[in-house]
């Protein structure tokens, strides 16, 4: 698949939820030491829409920058918006965080879990390509732990920023500190 970002195949596994998650592929990561792997959520908002409440495009656009340069590599897109709880519990979310709520605050209110992600699933792919070790592209240490506990040999983590708007300065805010994101540029 040509993209902007260079040429990439695209691979769609389907899980037991039948969910259709895509794998972006750069070049030919089969049995490999060391490969970048990003683990994107699907965000519709962000990814597609261009919304500023999140760093989720930056991060995704990002992502695939630092693919596209690599010989090998790729980006394993989870459909799981939301963290979890789906469009339109984020949506409520959203409006509950209009009323000061942060991110974290709003799925409370609602009754659901602050992040109900599995990450299972990206494990079963990078293990299907045989993938001997890898370097997360994550500021999410849970998201590492998790990858780790499954069995991936994880290296290392490449840290992706985007710079704080006055949209999502505050989103970011919360993440670092009530979520333990390791963000070092607010
Ligand atoms: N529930 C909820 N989900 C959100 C909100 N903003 C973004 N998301 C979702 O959060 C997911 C991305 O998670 P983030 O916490 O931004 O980042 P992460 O994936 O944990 O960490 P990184 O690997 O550093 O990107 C996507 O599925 C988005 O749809 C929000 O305010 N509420
Ligand atoms: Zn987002």
């Given at each position: 698949?040509?993209?902007?970002?260079?040429?990439?195949?695209?691979?769609?596994?389907v899980?037991?939820?039948?969910?259709?998650?895509?794998?972006?592929v750069?070049?030919?990561?089969?049995?490999?030491?060391?490969?970048?792997?990003?683990?994107?959520?699907?965000?519709?908002?962000g990814?597609?829409?261009?919304?500023?409440r999140?760093?989720?495009?930056?991060?995704?656009?990002?992502?695939?920058?630092?693919?596209?340069?690599?010989?090998?590599?790729?980006?394993i897109?989870?459909?799981?918006?939301?963290?979890?709880?789906?469009?339109?519990?984020?949506?409520?979310?959203?409006?509950?965080q209009?009323?000061?709520?942060?991110?974290?605050?709003?799925?409370?209110?609602?009754?659901?879990?602050?992040?109900?992600?599995?990450?299972?699933?990206?494990?079963?792919?990078?293990?299907?390509?045989?993938?001997?070790?890898?370097?997360i592209?994550?500021?999410?240490?849970?998201?590492?732990?998790?990858?780790?506990?499954?069995?991936?040999?994880?290296?290392?983590?490449?840290?992706?920023?985007?710079?704080?708007?006055?949209?999502?300065?505050?989103?970011?805010?919360?993440?670092?500190?009530?979520?333990?994101?390791?963000?070092?540029?607010?």
């Amino acid at each position: 698949m040509p993209t902007e970002f260079g040429l990439f195949r695209i691979y769609t596994f389907v899980n037991d939820e039948n969910k259709d998650h895509a794998v972006i592929v750069r070049g030919d990561p089969r049995g490999k030491e060391d490969v970048p792997v990003r683990i994107h959520s699907e965000c519709l908002t962000g990814d597609v829409l261009g919304s500023l409440r999140c760093d989720c495009r930056d991060q995704l656009i990002q992502s695939l920058r630092y693919l596209g340069r690599q010989d090998y590599g790729m980006l394993i897109y989870l459909r799981q918006e939301g963290r979890g709880i789906g469009l339109l519990n984020k949506i409520k979310a959203y409006s509950l965080q209009d009323s000061g709520a942060d991110t974290v605050e709003a799925n409370l209110k609602l009754g659901l879990p602050v992040d109900s992600r599995d990450y299972s699933f990206a494990s079963e792919v990078i293990k299907f390509f045989e993938i001997k070790s890898i370097y997360i592209m994550t500021n999410n240490p849970e998201k590492m732990k998790a990858l780790i506990e499954s069995g991936i040999n994880v290296k290392g983590r490449i840290p992706i920023f985007s710079d704080p708007t006055p949209y999502d300065k505050f989103y970011l805010e919360t993440k670092k500190i009530k979520l333990g994101h390791e963000i070092e540029n607010i």
